[in-house]
């Protein structure tokens, strides 16, 4: 089993930034790709951001791309959010892939969740 636990998550001023992380324990050599999503009220789970274990490869959102960046140390993975604005309120969470089919912009092909955390921007 993978274990995710977040951690980062506040509330910031439109324009400013944060920084999200997510520690990954337990079996992480199983891991794929490591994914962000985000759920802001009333709306659906959306992908956010998406790198592969091994050799790092991403795949970056639109609505985020030139603002967001992922990155992994060992087995923490980081998303550094710049340039924040208040359509990226929503409930941020880390996710877990271990199959390396499967397209990872698709929520139900991670196996694995943190419990999320709540990233508030203001106006």
């Known amino acids: 089993q993978v274990q995710l636990v977040e951690s980062g998550g506040g509330l910031v001023q439109a324009g400013g930034s944060l920084r999200l992380s997510c520690a990954a324990s337990?079996?992480?050599?199983?891991?794929?790709?490591m994914g962000w999503f985000r759920q802001a009220p009333g709306k659906e789970r959306e992908f956010v951001v998406a790198?592969?274990?091994?050799?790092?490869t991403t795949n970056y959102a639109d609505s985020v791309k030139g603002r967001f960046t992922i990155s992994r140390d060992k087995n923490t993975v980081s998303l550094q959010m710049n340039s924040l604005k208040p359509e990226d309120t929503a409930v941020y969470y880390c996710?877990?892939?271990?199959?390396?089919?499967?397209?990872?912009?698709?929520?139900?092909?991670?196996?694995?969740w943190g419990q999320g955390t709540q990233v508030t921007v203001s106006s």
């Open positions: 337990g079996r992480t050599l199983s891991i794929y790709a």
């Open positions: 996710a877990a892939k271990k199959t390396d089919y499967g397209l990872t912009t698709l929520e139900y092909n991670y196996n694995y």
């Open positions: 790198s592969t274990w091994s050799d790092r």
